[in-house]
């Protein structure tokens, strides 16, 4: 699987360089999920999916 290289850090996360942040990006049919400390290990997800989740968890 090619991993797209559109990044963005949470502004969560807070300022800075840090490795304590949660990264997204996007492609055309899924979205992809990862901590900056372990960037190797993707999560990847449909939208559909991580709304269903997201509304369970509200």
Same mark, same amino acid.
């Given at each position: 699987?090619?991993? #797209?290289? @559109?990044?963005?850090?949470?502004?969560?996360?807070?300022?800075?360089?840090? @490795?304590?942040?949660?990264?997204?990006?996007?492609? #055309?049919?899924?979205?992809?999920?990862?901590?900056?400390?372990? #960037?190797?290990?993707?999560?990847?997800?449909? #939208?559909?999916?991580?709304?269903?989740?997201?509304?369970?968890?509200?």
């Amino acid at each position: 699987m090619t991993l #797209p290289d @559109n990044w963005q850090k949470s502004s969560y996360s807070g300022e800075g360089d840090g @490795n304590a942040c949660v990264e997204l990006a996007s492609t #055309p049919t899924t979205l992809h999920l990862r901590e900056s400390d372990t #960037p190797a290990t993707v999560l990847t997800v449909t #939208p559909a999916s991580l709304g269903h989740l997201l509304d369970a968890l509200r």
